[in-house]
């Protein structure tokens, strides 16, 4: 997974971001079948963490949300979300996952950011 720029940090971390996610993302998610209610989640490409926000509203038992940028997950943190971990971390390496530990992986339109995302999926 690559960094993002300083313009895509601004970018991924304003209010019409937030409001594409929150009015067309997750529900097109939804429309497809996604309901996390007492699932194990893990988000690849959290970001600031606005995706668990929308995602805490689905209950799920447990989510984990990884990003390579530490000052997004510092970002996501500061959500204050009780139900939710963040941790630092490149989404093309999750050895330090249990295989069949997760029932959702998913993520919010970062898949251009992975060089090599086919073998990550």
């Known amino acids: 997974m690559t960094r993002l720029s300083d313009k895509e940090f601004k970018a991924m971390n304003n209010p019409l971001r937030q409001f594409f996610q929150r009015r067309v ?3 097109a998610m939804k429309r497809m079948g996604l309901q996390c209610e007492e699932k194990d989640v893990v988000e690849l490409g959290c970001g600031s963490g ?3 926000v929308l ?3 689905q209950h799920p038992r447990s989510y984990v949300g990884m990003d390579i940028m ?3 997950i510092e970002l996501a ?3 204050g979300l009780t139900n939710a971990e963040f941790r630092v971390q490149d989404v093309t ?3 330090n996952v249990e295989s069949g530990s997760k ?3 998913l993520v919010f339109a970062i898949l251009h950011h992975v060089p090599r995302w086919r073998e990550t999926v």
């Open 55 to 57: 995602l805490q509203t």
């Open 93 to 95: 390496d999750l050895g």
């Open 50 to 52: 606005y995706g668990s």
């Open 25 to 27: 993302e997750f529900p």
């Open 70 to 72: 530490p000052e997004q």
């Open 77 to 79: 943190k500061k959500r």
């Open 103 to 105: 029932d959702i992986v």
